[in-house]
């Protein structure tokens, strides 16, 4: 391991304008909407019944180490910071893809399996695709775009069985198109907005895992067969 390259800092947002600890502030403190969607989406857990329910305690886990994560990363600004932000992302929507299959739609934990593990090659060819555009629209928010097409796909997918998840799933779409275009457009906008809009990402985006954590503890009751 290369702790000297994990080490090397990185500026990638429109706030920071320097590699001090809180030259993220509003960046780094947003980040506890993260922590208030997993208490949120916990109480709401408790209320039901469904705190010990092991999907649910994995994905409120998550979105708590999400926050840590994310919070390291606007601080420290390291590329290992960086990986303790992007890997729990990355477990949460393979772990969300799996339960979201075995649960929401009650297919076999098997096919649930599949599906996710087969996420990963489709995610990496729609990045590929995109980035053979003349141009990319999206940037470097280009990876969030394949869990933004299967977040759509839920959502269709539900309307068309008329399960009542559908509502929190197309929500939950909206809600993840709106925080995707203001992770897009931080750098774009600097010159005009030093702040930036990256912490709109971090409350959106908190709101919006709070919401898919909460769909899974009303509509994804263990399957009795």
Not at 121 to 140: D, E, M, T, Y
Not at 158 to 179: H, N, T
Request: glycine share 8%; net charge neutral; aromatic share 14%.
């Amino acid at each position: 391991m290369d702790w000297d390259r994990l080490s090397e800092q990185v500026d990638g947002y429109c706030e920071r304008t320097d590699f001090a600890f809180w030259s993220e502030p509003v960046n780094a403190v947003t980040n506890l909407a993260f922590l208030i969607a997993a208490a949120l989406a916990l109480a709401v857990a408790v209320r039901r019944g469904r705190h010990t329910d092991w999907a649910v305690a994995v994905l409120v886990g998550l979105v708590a180490i999400i926050g840590i994560g994310s919070f390291l990363f606007h601080t420290f600004a390291t590329r290992w910071a960086g990986a303790a932000d992007s890997i729990p992302i990355l477990l949460f929507i393979l772990a969300y893809l799996a339960i979201a299959f075995g649960r929401l739609f009650a297919k076999p934990w098997w096919l649930a399996g599949l599906a996710t593990v087969a996420f990963l090659p489709a995610s990496a060819g729609i990045i590929w695709a995109v980035n053979q555009l003349p141009f990319n629209p999206l940037g470097s928010s280009v990876g969030y775009l394949p869990a933004f097409l299967a977040l759509v796909g839920f959502a269709v997918w539900a309307g068309a069985q008329r399960r009542p998840v559908a509502p929190w799933l197309l929500g939950a779409a909206g809600l993840f198109a709106l925080s995707l275009t203001f992770r897009t457009i931080d750098i774009p906008l600097c010159d005009g907005f030093p702040l930036g809009t990256h912490f709109l990402w971090h409350v959106l985006n908190g709101t919006l895992l709070g919401l898919l954590v909460i769909a899974v503890v009303r509509h994804g009751a263990p399957q009795h067969r």
